[in-house]
C-alpha cells in the first residue's frame, strides 16, 4: 500500500507547519491542474507528496473519523485549490479557447510528468502491472478517438450533476483529467465560464445578479463534486489496499491515454452551414450568434517553428512537474 506519510507524526503547532506549506502547494496545483483539460488534479497531488494523505483524510471524514493532521491536511488542499480555481478559471478559459496548441502542449508535458511517479509506487512491476495498464489505456484512448473534445452537453440540472461528478472522479484520480471529462460532456467552458461570472460578482461591488445566474450551474455542479470525491476516494483507497499493483497499472494507463486526444495541433473553425453545434442546426441567421468557444475544432499542419515551440513547451510542463515531484521527495526526506 502506498505510504502515507503525510498524516502520521506529530501534530504540533510547529509541526505542522511543513504540512500546510506542501499541502498549498499541492492544493493550488490541484486547482489549476483542475482548470486545464488533460492534467490530473491527482497527479499534482501525487507530485507534491500529499496525495496518499489527501485520499486518507477523506475517507476518514466520511466515516466520521476526526484526526487533526488529516483535517489541516484536506482544509488546506481544498481551500487552496478553491482559491486558484476562482481566481484563475476566467484566464485559463480564454488561453484554451485562444492559445489552444500551446496550452495542450504544455498540458501533454504536465501530464506525461506524472507517468514516473506512478510507475515508481508500481514498482517492482507485475503482469497484473501491465495487464491493468493495457486495458485502462485502450479504454482512455477508444473514449477520446470515439467522442473527440467536445461532446456539446445540455445545461439541465441532472447533466450538470453528472458533469460535477465525472469532474470530481476523475480529480482524484492520478493520471485523469477532470477538466478533459467536462471538455468531452461539453462542459469545460460552461462551467469555468460561471465560476469567473460568480469571481466578477464578488469582486464587482457584490453584483447579487451575477451571483445568482453563476449559482445555477456551480450548484448542482459542486454538489456532484462532493459526492464524486467522497464516493471515489473511499472506492480507490480500498483498491489500493486490496489490488494496489493492479490499481496502478490501471491508474499508469489511464495517464498514458488521457495525451491521446491532447494532439497540439488544432484550432477552433467556424462551423459550416447544415453543420449541428450543442444540438441546433447552423443556418446563415444563427451563424454569427455561434461563439469561438463552441466551433469545432480541426486539425491544422504546423510550420517548423510550431513544432520545436511545442516540444520546447511539452519539456517545460514535463519538467514542471518532475520539479514539484523532487521538492515533495526532498520534504519527505527531511521529514
Known sequence: MIRDSSTEGDSSPRALIPLVLRATIGGVLMGLANLVPGISGGTMLLAAGVYPGFITAIAELSTLRFKLRSMVLLGTIVLAAMLAILLLAGTMRSLVIEQRWMMYSIFIGLTLGGLPLIWKLARPATPAVFVSAAVAFALMALMQISFGTGLGGEDSIFFLLLSGLAGASAMILPGVSGGYLLLLLGQYENILGSVDMLKRGLLNGLDLTLVMESMSVIIPVGIGVLIGVVGVSNLLKWLLERFEKATLGALLGLLLG??????????????????????????????????????????????????????????????????????????????
Open 258 to 335: 488521457a495525451v491521446v486526444g491532447l494532439w497540439p495541433f488544432q484550432q477552433p473553425v467556424q462551423p459550416e452551414l447544415g453543420s449541428v453545434v450543442k444540438g441546433n442546426i447552423v443556418t446563415e441567421a444563427n451563424l454569427g450568434e455561434i461563439k469561438q468557444k463552441d466551433w469545432p475544432l480541426d486539425r491544422f499542419d504546423p510550420t517548423g517553428v510550431q513544432i520545436a515551440t511545442a516540444l520546447g513547451l511539452v519539456l517545460a510542463g514535463l519538467g514542471t512537474t518532475l520539479l514539484v515531484a523532487r521538492i515533495g521527495r526532498k520534504e519527505d526526506e527531511e521529514g
